[in-house]
């Protein structure tokens, strides 16, 4: 499975955006995906995930309200509509496939896409 994360850009605080991952290949539909990020000095943590057949959803705490996360395996795609941004929400954001139960864990994923930087102004 090969994805492509799209998407980012800057905002302002309190905005909003919308983040996509197309992935390629007919087994899209068969992974849990997921949605991590990165800020600078800081380790990869997860955001959100969707199960494979999306009708379940985690979020981390932050995310809760704000966050989120859908999928379309009609067209291989997984979203993150992102709303009420702060700048702490500053980072490269990065989808991923996962075979395993355990979605919060970069560990688990076994796929990643390249990234896409948000920039949150205040």
């Known amino acids: 499975v090969q994805l492509q994360a799209s998407g980012g850009g800057l905002v302002q605080a309190g905005g909003s955006l919308r983040l996509s991952c197309a992935a390629s290949?007919?087994?899209?539909?068969?992974?849990?995906m997921g949605w991590f990020r990165q800020a600078p000095g800081k380790e990869r943590e997860f955001v959100a995930a969707i199960r494979y057949g999306g009708h379940n959803t985690r979020y981390t705490d932050s995310a809760k309200g704000r966050f989120t996360i859908s999928r379309d395996n009609a067209k291989n795609t997984v979203y993150l509509q992102m709303n009420s941004l702060k700048p702490e929400d500053t980072a490269v954001y990065y989808c991923?496939?996962?075979?395993?139960?355990?979605?919060?864990?970069?560990?688990?994923?076994?796929?990643w896409g390249q990234g896409t930087l948000v920039t949150v102004s205040s």
């Open positions: 991923a496939a996962s075979g395993s139960y355990y979605l919060t864990l970069p560990t688990s994923y076994d796929y």
């Open positions: 290949g007919r087994t899209f539909s068969s992974y849990n």
